[in-house]
């Protein structure tokens, strides 16, 4: 399974905003102040939001007040699903082709078990388990300033 950029940003952006609403933020979260916290593209970030806007995973308001936040509590958002939503299938299985039939479908069963061993497995980790891991390393860094 290949994860490209799109996946690692989107991964950051609702790793973001778990650790966001964990931090008592009730409030959307503006684009602009995690594409600045998060050293993420404004651009892509804004394409990854709309994705996730449209497979559920977050919610969006317009306006001055507006923002993004999660649309469920990040233990029920598993890691398949974010995956499923920017790369599509998790583990996409080729046709075999020519040979015997009884190889190949032992190796269409044995495929099809790994499939599901993949997405047990992922579907088992949470965006809370992610973001709780990630939080020291994802937090903004504040300057501290002696006088």
Do not use: W
Not at 70 to 89: C, D, F, M, N, R
Not at 117 to 129: C, D, R, T, Y
Not at 139 to 145: H, L, Q, S
């Amino acid at each position: 399974m290949k994860v490209t950029s799109k996946t690692v940003y989107a991964l950051h952006f609702l790793c973001a905003l778990a650790i966001k609403s964990r931090n008592g933020e009730t409030k959307p979260v503006h684009l602009r102040e995690i594409a600045e916290e998060y050293k993420i593209p404004f651009k892509f970030l804004e394409q990854i939001a709309i994705l996730m806007k449209s497979v559920g995973l977050v919610k969006g308001a317009r306006g001055k007040t507006g923002g993004y936040q999660l649309s469920q509590e990040p233990e029920v958002i598993s890691l398949a699903h974010i995956l499923k939503a920017t790369e599509g299938e998790l583990f996409p299985l080729a046709a075999v082709e020519g040979g015997s039939a009884v190889v190949n479908a032992l190796l269409a069963e044995t495929f099809a078990q790994g499939r599901r061993l993949v997405e047990e497995k992922l579907g088992g980790v949470s965006l809370a388990e992610l973001a709780d891991k990630a939080r020291a390393d994802m937090e903004p860094a504040y300057m501290m300033y002696y006088l």
